[in-house]
């Protein structure tokens, strides 16, 4: 059965850049990261220089919310064997562009890269994953704490909450009925398709405002191509490593 709404990576693209769309947003970022997320900006992100493979194969977008922290939210389509090592040049480009020079190291920005994947990345057979930095004893196997000042001074709990933190969606690997507010936004990203039954954050807004019979004739041919053109590639792709 064709899906009523608009793909989670057009919309990126093309509609939730658009601050009455936030909402949209807000809600899978509260959903994933379990607190109350409020975008108060979008910021320059590496989708302004795209080449002709990246139009159709990524889309990313980078946000600030309410306490200053930078979200890079990236959708990939297709397969990239170095992955991982560009997640942590993204967030390691961020560290280093959001800091004025002379300020203190205090004033480095915390991170979190939010990767949504159409593509079979690692080996694991979880759909979310989870990173952190954490210091561990070699000796010992304690965990390295921050101060009572630091936490004060800092406004956190925990060595890891300073660090970037990563998220990875493997949305494709998602093949059940969803069972919790953040599975509802897997099966949509992953489908397309947002049940009526769904009520995690976020949806409500996106089935308000992503359906497709809402776009104009001219979208909906550009929004058709972008699905023949991804459908393309991941069997040019698929050919090449064959």
């Not at 601050?19 to 379990?34: C, I, P, R, S």
């Not at 992953?190 to 004739?217: V, W």
Request: glycine share 4%.
């Amino acid at each position: 059965m064709a899906s009523n709404y608009i793909r989670f990576d057009w919309a990126m693209k093309r509609l939730l850049r658009n601050k009455a769309n936030f909402a949209v947003l807000e809600g899978f970022l509260t959903t994933l990261l379990n607190e109350k997320i409020v975008i108060q900006k979008l910021l320059e992100s590496e989708s302004n220089q795209e080449d002709e493979f990246d139009k159709y194969n990524r889309v990313d977008m980078l946000a600030e919310n309410s306490k200053g922290e930078l979200i890079l939210i990236e959708v990939q389509n297709n397969n990239e064997y170095a992955y991982f090592q560009r997640m942590l040049f993204g967030t390691s480009k961020l560290v280093t562009e959001y800091i004025n020079r002379g300020e203190g190291y205090d004033k480095v920005r915390k991170v979190y890269s939010v990767n949504i994947v159409y593509f079979s990345l690692g080996s694991g057979k979880d759909i979310v994953y989870h990173g952190k930095t954490e210091f561990r004893g070699i000796h010992q196997g304690d965990v390295l704490e921050l101060t009572p000042f630091q936490k004060q001074t800092f406004k956190v709990d925990s060595v890891s909450q300073l660090y970037p933190e990563y998220y990875i969606l493997k949305v494709n690997d998602f093949n059940q009925v969803a069972r919790s507010p953040l599975e509802e936004w897997i099966y949509y990203m992953n489908t397309g398709d947002i049940p009526d039954s769904a009520t995690a954050p976020g949806l409500d807004e996106a089935r308000q405002r992503l359906k497709l019979d809402k776009m104009t004739k001219e979208e909906l041919n550009a929004y058709y191509r972008h699905l023949d053109n991804i459908v393309i590639l991941r069997d040019n792709i698929y050919t090449e490593r064959a």
